[in-house]
């Protein structure tokens, strides 16, 4: 008998990108300022609702759309923010 080994109850089976988001390379961190925020959760309106809330306070790419992945639980979004540029409340 062959025993798998499972990962931890907090941690997901796997670390790779998804089909459709592209791994973060240089060009997304190359300056101070810009970072690239992952974000998941059980359910889409708190993704959205954390998206929009940080659109409020900075420059982002805005709300991107809310992807499931198969196998995984809950949905995510990926959405990049220019952390020295105010968002809409700040402008």
């Known amino acids: 008998m062959r025993v ?3 990962p931890p109850a907090n ?3 796997s670390t790779a990108v998804a089909a459709d988001m592209k791994p973060i390379d240089e060009k997304h961190i190359a300056e101070l300022r810009l970072v690239v925020l992952d974000i ?3 359910d ?3 993704v959205r609702a954390v998206m929009a ?3 409020e306070r900075w420059a982002t790419s805005g ?3 809310a992807r499931r992945d198969p196998g995984e639980p809950g949905v995510r979004a990926r959405i990049y923010a220019d952390v020295l540029r105010p968002g809409r409340e700040g402008s």
Do not use: S
């Open 63 to 65: 709300i991107a759309p």
């Open 11 to 13: 941690r997901l089976a």
């Open 40 to 42: 998941a959760r059980r």
């Open 4 to 6: 798998e080994p499972k």
């Open 44 to 46: 889409e309106d708190t």
């Open 53 to 55: 809330t940080l659109e």
